[in-house]
Nanobody
Framework: QVQLVESGGGLVQAGGSLRLSCAAS????????MGWFRQAPGKEREFVAA????????RYADSVKGRFTISRDNAKNTVNLQMNSLNPEDTSVYYC?????????????????WGQGTQVTVSS
């Protein structure tokens, strides 16, 4: 069992930056592909970014490519999402998730552990 807790969300003006963190307990994260997803009110949960077990491979949604960076520190059991050049369309609850699938994946159904989410609000 893995427990995931996100932090770092908040209110930021358009063009600003936030850094989300996901801390894990229960088991080491090095056995999992890690991902970030988000869900805005009235919308389905969508993929944001994922990182392989070693951290050597990453994948991003087209909407965040070039603005967001996912990273991980397996020694600290954490995953981070650096978000730059934020715009109001990025307003969502952001979720950290862990997948036991070896290959990097953007499919939410492949993720077995989820955090409670952290709210990110970008004002115009």
């Amino acid at each position: 069992q893995v427990q995931l807790v996100e932090s770092g969300g908040g209110l930021v003006q358009a063009g600003g930056s936030l850094r989300l963190s996901c801390a894990a307990s229960g088991r080491t994260l090095r056995s999992y592909t890690m991902g970030w997803f988000r869900q805005a009110p009235g919308k389905e949960r969508e993929f944001v970014a994922a990182i392989s077990r070693s951290g050597g491979n990453t994948r991003y949604a087209d909407s965040v490519k070039g603005r967001f960076t996912i990273s991980r520190d397996n020694a600290k059991n954490t995953v981070n999402l650096q978000m730059n050049s934020l715009n109001p369309e990025d307003t969502s609850v952001y979720y950290c998730a862990a997948s036991s699938v070896v290959a990097i994946t953007d499919q939410s159904s492949n993720y077995v552990y989820w955090g409670q989410g952290t709210q990110v609000t970008v004002s115009s």
